[in-house]
């Protein structure tokens, strides 16, 4: 499964971007996704994950109340929606899909079978 990340860029605090992670494998709809993110000099973190149908969703703490994922299964894409961006966001994002619909222990990068090439997110201050 081939991963395509984009949507990067450069943002002011505040700012808002939208990441896309697109596949052509028609098994991507069936397949949970999380989104990754790793700032420069610290361990890659989870950010949120999405289930195939995209009736559930989890995120971690840092980014409840600003970040949505969503997704359009007839695109084979999941968005992450990134609003109040803040300097500490700056990180390249990786998504990644999981081998199966699970949503057990998803906040795991071990969870994950296939990851995209990562897009680099920076907010400056």
């Known amino acids: 499964v081939q991963l395509q990340a984009s949507g990067g860029g450069l943002v002011q605090t505040g700012g808002s971007l939208r990441l896309s992670c697109a596949s052509s494998q028609r098994t991507f709809s069936l397949r949970s996704v999380g989104w990754f993110r790793q700032a420069p000099g610290k361990e890659r973190e989870f950010v949120a994950a999405i289930s195939p149908s995209g009736g559930r969703t989890i995120y971690a703490d840092s980014v409840k109340g600003r970040f949505t994922v969503s997704r359009d299964n007839a695109k084979n894409t999941v968005y992450l929606q990134m609003n109040s961006l803040l300097p500490e966001d700056t990180a390249v994002y990786y998504c990644?899909?999981?081998?199966?619909?699970?949503?057990?222990?998803?906040?795991?990068?071990?969870?994950?079978?296939?990851w995209g090439q990562g897009t680099l997110v920076t907010v400056s201050s």
């Open positions: 990644a899909a999981n081998s199966g619909g699970t949503m057990l222990e998803i906040h795991r990068e071990t969870s994950y079978a296939y």
